[in-house]
T-cell receptor, first 114, second 111 residues
Framework: AQSVTQLGSHVSVSEGALVLLRCNYS??????LFWYVQYPNQGLQLLLK??????LVKGINGFEAEFKKSETSFHLTKPSAHMSDAAEYFC????????????FGKGTHLIIQP | DAGITQSPRHKVTETGTPVTLRCHQT?????MYWYRQDPGHGLRLIHY???????DKGEVSDGYSVSRSKTEDFLLTLESATSSQTSVYFC??????????FGSGTQLSVL
C-alpha cells in the first residue's frame, strides 16, 4: 500500500519569500509522484509530476520539485511567492499501474502574507 | 481544460434519501474516478472505473455504488444518504498515463 504525508496543514510565507511544501511518500514500487493545486471553489490542477528520468521536475507557475529516493521525499518549492499562489496544495503518489488512481496527502494550505 | 462536467454542482438532501451524482466526459478517456474531499482528509478514492461496466472499490466505498454504461458517463449513487456523506465530490478522468484531470466538484449537504 502506498501513502503520502504532507508536513504542515498550513504554511505561511511572505510575498517574495521562498515557498517550501514538504511531501514524503511510501511505496513498495518505484513511485510516480504528483503535485496538484486547488484554488477556492475549483477542482484540482496538475502542477508537476515525476515518473522517471530527471529527478528535478519543473512545473507551471514557477514551481519545481525534486524526487529524492533516499529520503522518500518530493518537496515542492518556488523561489519567490506571489499573492496568487495562495491555495491548497496536494501531493499524490501512484504505483505506476495507472488504473487505480492516485493516493493523495491531506493537503497544505499555503498562505501568502503581504 | 479537459472536458469534464459534474452535475449537479450543489445538492441539499435529507438523510435516508437516494442521491445520484453524474460525471460526463468528452475526452474518451478509459479511466474515471470518484473522490470525496473532506477537511483534514484530503481526497479519498470512493470508486473507479477502467472501462464500460468495469468498476472497482476504492478506499471509502461503503455506502456508495457506481455505474458506467457508457464511456462518457460515470454515475455515483448514495443509496441512502447519511450526514457523514456531506462532502465535496470530485470526478476525475485519465487516459492511463497517470495524469488525472478533475471536474469542478459537487457540494453535497445531507441534513
Amino acid at each position: 500500500a502506498q501513502s503520502v504525508t504532507q508536513l504542515g496543514s498550513h504554511v505561511s510565507v511572505s510575498e517574495g519569500a521562498l515557498v517550501l511544501l514538504r511531501c514524503n511518500y511510501s511505496s513498495s514500487v518505484p513511485p510516480y509522484l504528483f503535485w496538484y493545486v486547488q484554488y477556492p471553489n475549483q477542482g484540482l490542477q496538475l502542477l508537476l509530476k515525476y515518473t522517471t528520468g530527471a529527478t528535478l521536475v519543473k512545473g507551471i507557475n514557477g514551481f519545481e520539485a525534486e524526487f529524492k529516493k533516499s529520503e522518500t521525499s518530493f518537496h515542492l518549492t518556488k523561489p519567490s511567492a506571489h499573492m496568487s499562489d495562495a491555495a491548497e496544495y496536494f501531493c499524490a503518489v501512484s504505483d505506476g499501474g495507472g488504473a487505480d488512481g492516485l493516493t493523495f496527502g491531506k493537503g497544505t494550505h499555503l498562505i501568502i502574507q503581504p | 481544460d479537459a472536458g469534464i462536467t459534474q452535475s449537479p454542482r450543489h445538492k441539499v438532501t435529507e438523510t435516508g434519501t437516494p442521491v445520484t451524482l453524474r460525471c460526463h466526459q468528452t475526452e474518451n478517456h478509459r479511466y474515471m474516478y470518484w473522490y470525496r474531499q473532506d477537511p483534514g482528509h484530503g481526497l479519498r478514492l470512493i470508486h473507479y472505473s477502467y472501462g464500460v461496466k468495469d468498476t472497482d472499490k476504492g478506499e471509502v466505498s461503503d455506502g456508495y455504488s457506481v455505474s458506467r454504461s457508457k464511456t462518457e458517463d460515470f454515475l455515483l449513487t448514495l443509496e441512502s444518504a447519511t450526514s457523514s456523506q456531506t462532502s465535496v465530490y470530485f470526478c476525475a478522468i485519465s487516459s492511463g498515463q497517470e495524469k488525472l484531470f478533475f471536474g469542478s466538484g459537487t457540494q453535497l449537504s445531507v441534513l
